[in-house]
């Protein structure tokens, strides 16, 4: 009697041709991408959507071009953040153009689309056991929208990942091994401790964790010009034992938060210690590309600063 | 999923596939050598998790269908999210605009579950330019406009 593998196609259900003709699309569509770059951290309220925004902000201004997909589908925050709450999803003749912020940052988050009132809600068969389809039927809708946008020729898509040591899993396994992971932890043994989750986990894969980001490193008083503790003084703070890279620390700044609450870009404060580090960890982020890039992604092009917008 | 007909040793062909009835479906498949028939009757959870893909699933099913192109799937009926549905009531704008089939083809490269509120968006927007159709050009000046 014949088995599975012996028998070509399904019958005419197509349902595994179809699964394939959408990993072919989103691989079309990310063909001119040169660096995939996930930020997660295993852990909430660390200040990844933050770090993201302002992040990209930092490598905009080198002249990279950069986009950023909110994968947080349920709490998404970079619409708002980035000032493109409420934009348009425009179709053109192929693939549907991406909202872009004042400083050139083409953004996807699903607060472009859903009021911060409604919350995101699919439809079902199986009404009340959305614990067995949920994360399948996210999923599915991220491929959709790594297909059919125009991402176009990028140095760099971040994703802003949802928190959970498992999801970053997850997701390293949907976006494949091109994608590296940059994690962002606070100064709490806490937050460390899943970070280190996420890093163990992580390391299972084939996926490049960079390093990490040790966000609101203190945070930036106005009055005094200087940065101060906000959870532990530094001599309290035991070293992270993290066994990946610091990229750098970001101080908290209450401007800022500010800021990103009205979708003001980062560029528009004047000159600031968080600016600082965020520009620090944009160089080390791009020196950790480069010296981890598989042999293959060196060949063609680098990142160099000051290259001009594609528009 | 496939089925295979003991007797023939023979993969079976679906045939079709019924309406979806209370979360399940009713699929039919055939032996092409024998010519027996039986029936795979979904439950709820194997119902949503294909569903949950983001694929269809039915005969005639062919290349661009997941895309948005038209099918026999069952699964639009069972998804009023997506296409096939309603589209975004709670965002229901006074005035009817049209669509031109032009501009009807370029919105179907929007993803499903997202097409509604991009629709509406889209229509706010051709009202604002003083326009009682979207067409192609009206797709053409929002991209502009927004500086995409």
Known sequence: MKGYHDI???????????????????????????????????????????????LAGALRARGLRIAILDADFNGPTQARMAGVQGALLVPGSHKVALPRTRNGIAVFSMGSLIPESEALDFESAAHGESHTWRATREFALLGEILGSFEWGELDLLMFDLPPGAERTVQYADFLGPRTAFLLVTIPSEVARGVVARSVAALSKGPNRVLGYVENMSGYYCRDCNAIKPLFASPEQVRPSGLEIPCLGTVPFDPELARHCDRGIPLAELPDTPVGRGLDHVAQSLLDRLESTAPAAAHSSRELRPGREHPR | MKFLCVPCDSPMKLQTVAPPEGGSLSVVYSCPECGYEMAMLTNAYETQLV?????????????????????????????????????????????????????????ANIPAFVRPMARTGIERFAREQGAQEVDERILDQAREFFGM
Do not use: N
């Open chain 2, 51 to 107: 569903q949950s893909l983001g694929v269809r699933i039915g005969p005639g099913t062919s290349e661009g269908a997941s895309s948005g192109a038209s099918s026999k799937c069952p699964f639009p009926a069972m998804m009023p999210a997506t296409e096939g549905a309603p589209e975004s009531p709670r965002d229901a704008e006074p005035g009817p605009v049209r669509w031109t089939s032009g501009a009807e083809a370029r919105l």
């Open chain 1, 8 to 54: 070509v196609g399904d019958g005419g259900s197509r349902i595994l041709e179809q699964v394939a003709e959408q990993r072919t699309r989103i691989i079309d569509g990310l063909a001119g991408v040169r660096h995939l770059v996930a930020v997660g951290s295993g852990k909430g309220g660390v200040g990844k959507s933050t770090l993201t925004l302002h």
